[in-house]
């Protein structure tokens, strides 16, 4: 179990480009988060996978964020012409069927410019 | 929509004493789980202590202990003997017990040790 891995850990992109982060959650989970923090704040809910079904959206995900969960494994968020308001840390979770625990990863810092 | 309130932005203790953040939240359900979550600079967040609301009893881990007020929705986090490795952004979170297992949560308090 090495936890749950995040990639890139930094992306700096032109206003315009689209971005796509990647999830590893740990391997028997089969609960998926995603989270932006912004400076200063707490991390807010984007997302949540139950295996490969993306269970809600909340309403800060935008029609230029779409995440998916291909076989319920991995995880991907892709923001489409990014904004300078989309600079934040992303964040993911996952927890398993049994447990209210939500294991984070390190995050994927993203600076628009 | 359930809200959290962090009212301390930054807290400071003497190394080895004894440190109590507050967190208020807000809900009209009746069962629920209350968390503390920490995130030490550069470092990913890692939970620290959580509170069935079902349950009286207020929870504690080694170091940690929670007030649980259900009727005032309050939920404060005690951090015994104080150590250099308690320095973090800590986070108040609030998760409803049935349908979405979201997170909700407050705006963190940052927690400085003086050695």
């Known amino acids: 179990d090495t936890g749950v891995s995040q990639d890139p850990r930094h992306k700096i992109t032109k206003r315009g480009q689209n971005v796509t982060f990647r999830c590893d959650p740990i391997s028997e989970h089969n609960r998926l988060y995603w989270y932006r923090q912004t400076l200063g704040q707490g991390p807010e809910f984007l997302t949540y996978?139950?295996?490969?079904?993306?269970?809600?959206k909340s309403r800060l995900l935008s029609d230029r964020f779409s995440a998916e969960r291909p076989k319920g494994s991995f995880s991907t968020l892709e923001i489409q012409r990014t904004e300078q308001g989309d600079s934040a840390m992303y964040l993911c979770?996952?927890?398993?069927?049994?447990?209210?625990?939500?294991?984070f990863g390190p995050g994927t810092r993203l600076t628009v410019t | 929509a359930q809200t959290v309130t962090q009212s301390q932005p930054e807290m400071s203790v003497q190394e080895a004493e004894t440190v109590t953040l507050s967190c208020t939240y807000d809900t009209s359900e009746s069962d629920y789980y209350l968390f503390w979550y920490k995130q030490p600079p550069s470092r990913q967040m890692i939970l620290v202590i959580r509170q069935e609301a079902y349950k009286q009893q207020n929870a504690t881990e080694n170091r940690f202990s929670v007030n649980f007020q259900k009727a005032a929705k309050s939920f404060s986090l005690k951090i015994s003997d104080s150590q250099l490795g308690d320095a973090a952004m800590y986070f108040c979170?609030?998760?409803?017990?049935?349908?979405?297992?979201?997170?909700?949560f407050g705006t963190g308090t940052r927690l400085t040790i003086i050695p």
């Open positions: 979170a609030y998760r409803t017990f049935f349908g979405n297992e979201k997170l909700t």
């Open positions: 979770a996952s927890s398993s069927s049994d447990s209210t625990e939500q294991y």
């Open positions: 996978f139950q295996n490969e079904a993306q269970l809600e």
